[in-house]
């Protein structure tokens, strides 16, 4: 099973400022089948990224995913004040079929 | 735009069974995507439970964690896909989702559903 491990568990940053996320997994991902999804609390995850690196329908360009093998990142430009949420990485293609990492809660400071 | 929604008891006793529902509107759930669940203990991250499809017969795959005790199906005539989980226990309490596969990922979510194990 692959593990993914995300880096920082609570980040904190001020609106306008660059965010960076890392995913790191614990076994090489083949053909980059990694995603991001971002939960607001309340509410279900929203995909961002697929593929490591593909945003997804009507996702704004300030997010950007980027990696491969073990070491991915979601980074977040400019950061608006609705993008204060929780971000979670995705596997697909080990048993079991999805994984998730654990999380990074992305707060205002 | 698909649609999904979530149905069933909110309350189950331990050692009981999970039912839920997940009603689909704006897309058959005969098409060439699968349909998964989630699921999320309160404060917790997400885990995949497992998934159903068709593609020349109806199949399915689930989380080895899970597996001995989840049941997914389908119902076509409803454009429905259903969880079952046998002898339930507090560590199943947690919103569950149902979701449309997007290939390898997960799509378009539904609103999820608290389902709470307790006596």
């Known amino acids: 099973e692959i593990v993914l491990t995300q880096l920082p568990g609570t980040l904190s940053l001020s609106p306008g400022e660059r965010a960076t996320l890392s995913c790191r997994a614990s076994q090489s991902i083949n053909n980059n089948y990694l995603a991001w999804y971002q939960q607001k609390p309340g509410q279900a995850p929203r995909l961002l990224i697929y593929?490591?690196?593909s945003r997804a329908t009507g996702i704004p360009d300030r997010f950007s995913g980027s990696g491969s093998g073990t070491e991915f990142t979601l980074t977040i430009s400019t950061l608006e004040p609705e993008d204060f949420a929780a971000y979670y990485c995705q596997h697909y293609g080990s048993s079991p079929l999805r994984t998730f990492g654990q999380g990074t809660k992305l707060e205002i400071k | 735009q698909v649609q999904l929604q979530e149905s069933g008891p909110g309350l189950v006793k331990p050692s009981g069974t999970l039912s839920l529902t997940c009603a689909v509107s704006?897309?058959?759930?005969?098409?060439?995507?699968?349909w998964s669940w989630i699921r999320q203990p309160p404060g917790k991250g997400l885990e995949w439970i497992g998934e159903?499809?068709?593609?020349?017969?109806?199949?399915?795959n689930y989380n080895p964690s899970l597996k001995s005790r989840v049941t997914i199906s389908m119902d076509k005539s409803k454009n429905q896909f259903s969880l079952e989980v046998i002898s339930v226990t507090a560590a199943d309490t947690a919103v569950y989702y149902c979701?449309?596969?997007?290939?390898?990922?997960?799509?378009?979510w539904g609103q999820g559903t608290l389902v709470i194990v307790s006596s």
């Open positions: 159903i499809g068709e593609v020349h017969s109806v199949g399915s």
């Open positions: 593929d490591a690196s």
């Open positions: 979701v449309k596969n997007f290939g390898a990922y997960l799509g378009f």
């Open positions: 704006g897309d058959s759930i005969s098409g060439s995507e699968w």
